[in-house]
């Protein structure tokens, strides 16, 4: 039976609890996901591409908290952010396995990474793999589909404007992990 006691190291039973702080960063990670992904978005090209930074949250979930919370982080603010504000369109999965993955692989690269966890390397190299795998690929198939038009149609315009949003999120990300590290958040 499982208990809040404190379980030993060489117990069989593991101790999975998550801290109050990760609960809470993961919390308001999920909020600002939420105001500046559905709020303070700006959609172009007929929805094609929506220029945000309600990545950002999410990325700084992943670094600081971990691939795991980093990917709750992705789905719990895509999910809620559909029922808030879906900016017209109609719900699907893929986006949300985009969210988790925009988690979970900044939290994977400073995971297995051998350079300091917040370090820029980590920060571009993180996004570099969002925008890859994430904002142009995936999330570029999810709009031809639900759009009806052809990928190789959507590429050009959404691979110029991820670079242009990646490139940002790089100069945002990184100061602010290092003001939230000088602060004592981390």
């Not at 982080?73 to 029922?83: E, I, M, P, S, W």
């Not at 925009?102 to 995971?111: A, E, F, H, Q, W």
């Not at 051998?114 to 995936?138: D, G, H, Q, R, T």
Request: hydrophobic letters at 50%; one cysteine or more.
């Amino acid at each position: 039976m499982y208990t809040d006691e404190k379980v030993s190291s060489n117990s069989p039973i593991p101790s999975n609890k998550i801290s109050t702080k990760t609960l809470v960063l993961a919390a308001i990670f999920v909020a600002m996901n939420i105001i500046l992904t559905r709020v303070g978005a700006i959609m172009l090209f007929g929805g094609s591409i929506r220029f945000s930074f309600g990545n950002i949250p999410v990325i700084l979930s992943g670094i600081i908290l971990g691939p795991a919370a980093g990917a709750m982080t992705g789905a719990v603010g895509d999910l809620l952010g559909v029922f808030i504000n879906s900016h017209g369109g109609a719900f699907h999965p893929g986006f949300t396995l985009s969210a988790v993955l925009t988690g979970m692989l900044p939290g994977l690269v400073v995971k297995i990474s051998s350079v300091k966890k917040l370090s820029l390397f980590n920060i571009v190299v993180s996004n570099v793999a969002i925008l890859i795998i994430v904002s142009i690929c995936l999330n570029t198939y999810w709009i031809s589909q639900l759009q009806g038009n052809a990928y190789l149609v959507l590429l050009p315009a959404r691979v110029a404007a991820s670079i242009v949003i990646t490139g940002l999120n790089i100069l945002i990300t990184y100061p602010l992990v290092k003001s939230l590290e000088k602060t004592g958040v981390l």
